[in-house]
């Protein structure tokens, strides 16, 4: 697999405190990674400095096979771009003039682009409309706009769903899987907005104390928080039995509760089990969330 960006016992301290604390973490080339973390975990930290924004004050990051310390990470960083924290934009300006100052900024020579990266990011009707009359979502997607002018395949987002509505949020994704999809673009978001994340992020980092605490694809995370019943029994060997005979998939807990990871019809297991003299002692329906998830990894402790 193509790493877009490795990162190597990553710290950033202030003075005594450490906001990022020996940081590890992968971002495969084409991935939708979701860094996640609560208030306070590092994640702006972290993108300031791959961002360039900051200094490590020790190890190191990879970005697309240069090292941090070596001169052409500059040029390896001109395929990325970026929006931290609130997007940079000219509030006097309308949509169109912000995105011809960066072009400017970038030195690039021509404004071609400009009306594609608008239709983009579903702001082409907005004319003489000036970016500080535009809504809260309209700012971001204008955000992004500018972020993809130097035509990046790596664009970080830092919170972009932050304090949108949701309609924003849901062209906010959209437009996130519309980069990814159709124009290759990996994507690190960071958020805290979990439910969100889960709709289209192919990657997880879950971040915490300044620490990657684990590293996961979404294929792996909804295989363990795949959906179950818990089922309680006085024969669990007549359990097995009937579910085998059902061609169920199922998992024996103890000798008397088992997971059964399928859908099931109940009445029909009731009476294959009666038949075998075996009794339900209690059922019920097991859905862990991303959010469990999360929780059983950094512990419910908000102020830790
Ligand atoms: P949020 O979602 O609230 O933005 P975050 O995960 O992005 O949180 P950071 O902004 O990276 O977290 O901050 C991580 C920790 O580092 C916080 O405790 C913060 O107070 C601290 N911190 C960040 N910048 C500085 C700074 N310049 N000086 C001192 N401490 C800082």
Redesign the pocket.
Known sequence: MEYVLKTDSLS?N??H?K??DKLTMNVPEGAIYGLV????????????LICGL?EPSSGSYILYGKKNSERDIIKVRRRMGAVV?TPAIYPDMTARDNLKMIYRILGLTSFDGIDDILELVGLSGTGKKKAGHFSFGMRQRLGIGIALAGDPDFLIL??PA?GLDPQGIIEIRELILKLNRSYQITVLI?S?ILDELSRFATHYGF?DK?RIVKEISAKELNDSCRKCIRIEVNNIKALACVLDDMDIQYEILSDACADIFAEVNISKLVTSLSDKNCEILSVKERNESLEGYYMSLVGGDRDA
């Open positions: 950033k202030y003075r405190f906001a990022l973390g609560r208030n306070g975990a590092g994640k702006t930290t972290l993108i300031r900051q924290e830092d919170e932050n960071s805290h971040m300044g």
